[in-house]
């Protein structure tokens, strides 16, 4: 007979206990080492250094002070503490750094926009270079030869571009400098004299009242603005002409 489920999963749970109590163990032993590692480094870092002069024979006079005062100095003992270590390694950091950023600076490289915009003259620059400074316009400056574009630009029998090139608006747009004429009737329809029937009707409305204004627009009059079908006829079909 087979495991019940039941005993699968006690023994797993054992098997999950047995490991965490390993791991417990190997973190325990782990931190001892480091301990003692930190210990055995900070016993090393207080090292005491003794320098040790050799004696100098020298038989001329008034040089005997002089070296004595020199082997005074060079015997002199210290000790490298974690401050000194510090110091000296952030000294060190320092310089690097300082050497890297003189280096970047040196070697700076550019892309091709910084480069343009770096060569790229003024308006300014470019009219005091250019014989005719009265040609040169602020888009003149991007093109790719500037001085060149001008000089086409100066050349008898060119053609100016037109302005609109640039713009976003379609050419006649936005037609904000015409007036627009009103609408003109042409002579054939005029000679009808459907214009002073609609005249002499605007002048009548226009004396109405406000309630002969409203029952006029409910109950309109027909046959007011009526024009004789022979005229119109031959208004039309005789007298028309092309516009």
Do not use: C
Request: a neutral charge.
């Amino acid at each position: 007979m087979g495991l019940t489920t039941a005993e699968r999963n006690r023994a797993k749970r054992e098997r999950k206990k047995k490991e965490k109590e390993l791991r417990r163990k190997q973190d325990k032993e782990d931190l001892l080492k480091k301990k003692e590692d930190d210990e055995n480094n900070n016993s090393d870092d207080d090292i005491i250094i003794e320098y040790v002069a050799d004696k100098v024979d020298i038989t001329e006079e008034g040089m005997n002070d002089v070296i004595e005062k020199f082997q005074q100095r060079a015997a002199t003992s210290y000790v490298i503490t974690d401050d000194d270590n510090d110091r000296t390694q952030q000294q060190s950091r320092k310089s690097e750094d300082e050497d890297d950023d003189s280096m970047n600076s040196d070697d700076k490289t550019y892309s091709k926009r910084q480069l343009r915009d770096i060569l790229r003259p003024s308006v300014a620059e470019l009219k005091r270079r250019v014989k005719r400074a009265d040609l040169v316009e602020a888009h003149d400056v991007t093109s790719p030869d500037p001085d060149f574009l001008i000089l086409l630009k100066a050349l008898t029998g060119t053609v100016p571009v037109p302005r609109h090139w640039g713009r976003k608006r379609k050419y006649l747009q936005g037609k904000r400098g015409f007036e627009k004429p009103p609408f003109q009737l042409p002579d054939f329809i005029i000679k009808t004299g459907i214009t002073e029937l609609r005249d002499t009707l605007n002048e009548s409305e226009s004396g109405m009242s406000a309630r002969q204004s409203n029952r006029q627009r409910v109950a309109p009059k027909m046959g007011q603005m009526d024009v004789d079908y022979r005229t119109l006829h031959s208004a039309f079909f005789r007298h028309q002409t092309k516009p």
